[in-house]
T-cell receptor, first 112, second 113 residues
């Protein structure tokens, strides 16, 4: 399938440190990218998005970086807090094919 | 609370049966998306409707079908159920099609025995 969920990468960070979550997207035609956060027992929640005409976009404590050359997306979380513990998914889509493709997800664990 | 509602919250059924999952999008949202989340396949896009019409299709099996009604609520029908169909099924809605924030519902957990 387009989204492989067999092995969930995990990242453990100390509270207060910065977190970087990486994602390799699959389709060079994708022109819109989204990061979602999913807490245990809940549906995914939108964090931040970026269009392909941008390299960087900042939100509150979060920054998304896009490198189209190597089809790489990253999510940076500043001053990570225990409430940031969750699974983070990147997603890609394009008006040329409409469907949304999700990455496998990364589990972030914040150590108090 | 995202504003998207899904019913039922849990569903337990047997192989070969048919079930219907229901989704009510956020007020004003025209797009509805269906996703399946299982342990071995991750989060998979199934299908999208926009204002009553099918807009995009993902990894949706032929045994599955969906529709969006004039009041914009949507139903996902799963038939001839197999053990492997056990998963969380999420509905999401957005104001536009394709771009923009999607708001996810709490999901329906389907267990096929």
């Amino acid at each position: 399938g387009e989204s492989v969920g067999l092995h969930l990468p995990t990242l453990s960070v100390q509270e207060g440190d910065n977190s970087i979550i990486n994602c390799a997207y699959s389709n060079s035609a994708s022109d819109y990218f989204i990061w979602y956060k999913q807490e245990s027992g809940k549906g995914p929640q939108f964090i931040i998005d970026i269009r392909s005409n941008m390299d960087k976009r900042q939100g509150q404590r979060v920054t998304v970086l896009l490198n189209k050359t190597v089809k790489h997306l990253s999510l940076q979380i500043a001053a990570t807090q225990p409430g940031d513990s969750a699974v983070y998914f990147c997603a890609e889509t394009s008006t040329s094919y409409d469907k949304v493709i999700f990455g496998p997800g990364t589990s972030l664990s914040v150590i108090p | 609370d995202s504003g998207v509602t899904q019913t039922p919250k849990h569903l337990i059924t047997a192989t070969g049966q048919r079930v219907t999952l229901r989704c009510s999008p956020r007020s004003g949202d025209l797009s509805v998306y269906w996703y399946q989340q299982s342990l071995d396949q991750g989060l998979q896009f199934l299908i999208q409707y926009y204002n009553g019409e099918e807009r995009a299709k993902g990894n949706i099996l032929e045994r599955f079908s969906a529709q969006q009604f004039p009041d914009l609520h949507s139903e996902l029908n799963l038939s001839s159920l197999e053990l492997g169909d056990s998963a969380l099924y999420f509905c999401a809605s957005s104001a536009l099609s394709g771009y923009g924030e999607q708001f996810f519902g709490p999901g329906t957990r389907l267990t096929v025995l």
